[in-house]
């Protein structure tokens, strides 16, 4: 059985002077405890579906999971908010998992990033992948028309995944993040090629976000929100489009727009 992700309050709601009660809808926020090879290691606070997915994607964004062999096996217990997974590789120490630092490179001068756990684990993107600006727009559209939940709510951020004009994947959640890695989690298991797909995301930008599309070989980010200056740098060094504020009839175009095609 699907667990619900709503739940339903009682709210006054009021407009100038006029003042009504009603039955409204708010997006659930759970917490889930992910144990890796048996040992407790991260809490999750998310939207209640597609777990596997969450797992999956952020053990993936961690790079803790790098190829499809290396997942053994998942298993969940919703209504415990427990999730386990057996992996082929050892489980990070507690003082590396998680451990993110920003230095300079050495001789180069800018901003890059490095994991403590996993510093081989990024690779830029090389990708001759294309997209027109007309069918960025189109897709930022259709993002924001199919999140039911936001339309419900407006308590959640979505990510949707796309070969050509194809939206293969679609996910909400609470966390922006969860989004991201739900598509990532369920890319990883199906076993999919991600050079050619390109993803669209209806929050903004930060450096957490651009490592998890690099870490996917993603390289086009279509955001509704906007970047900030680490992620850009971070996409400039590894390769990545970033789109973002992609709405209406407008976006910007941040980092390597050879691959925007305009009329």
């Known amino acids: 059985m699907a667990v619900p992700e709503t739940t339903t309050v009682m709210v006054k709601k009021v407009t100038g002077d006029r003042m009504v009660t009603v039955e409204d809808e708010v997006a659930r926020e759970v917490p889930v405890t992910l144990f890796l090879n048996d040992e407790e290691l991260v809490t999750l606070v998310c939207s209640p579906g597609n777990l596997e997915e969450l797992a999956v994607g952020f053990l993936c964004s961690e ?9 053994k096996d998942v298993f969940i217990r919703p209504e415990e908010g427990l999730i386990w997974v057996e992996t082929s590789g050892p489980v990070p120490t507690r003082q590396h998992f ?7 490179c050495c001789g180069r001068g800018r901003s890059s990033f490095y994991f403590v756990n996993d ?5 830029p993107v090389t990708s001759p992948l294309t997209v027109r600006a007309g069918a960025i ?6 993002l924001e028309e199919t999140a039911a939940l936001f339309q419900a709510t407006g308590g959640t951020h979505s990510a ?16 922006r993040h969860n989004a991201v890695d739900k598509i990532f989690g369920r890319a990883f298991l199906d076993e999919m090629e991600l050079k050619d797909k390109l993803l669209v995301f209806s929050g903004r930008v930060s450096a957490e976000i ?11 980010l279509i955001a509704r929100g906007a970047p900030t200056d680490l992620a850009l740098e ?11 504020f992609a709405r209406g009839e407008r976006m910007n175009v941040y980092t390597h727009p050879e691959r925007i095609i305009f009329p």
């Open 98 to 104: 998680l451990k993110r630092y920003i230095t300079t």
């Open 119 to 123: 510093a081989r684990g990024i690779s």
């Open 63 to 71: 790079g803790i999971l790098q190829k499809r062999t290396d997942l």
């Open 210 to 220: 651009l490592i998890k599309v690099a870490r996917m070989g993603t390289p086009i």
């Open 234 to 244: 971070m996409a400039k060094e590894t390769g990545i489009t970033i789109v973002g």
């Open 160 to 175: 949707a995944l796309y070969a050509g004009s194809q939206r293969l994947l679609f996910y909400e959640d609470i966390g």
């Open 137 to 142: 727009l189109e897709f930022s559209r259709e």
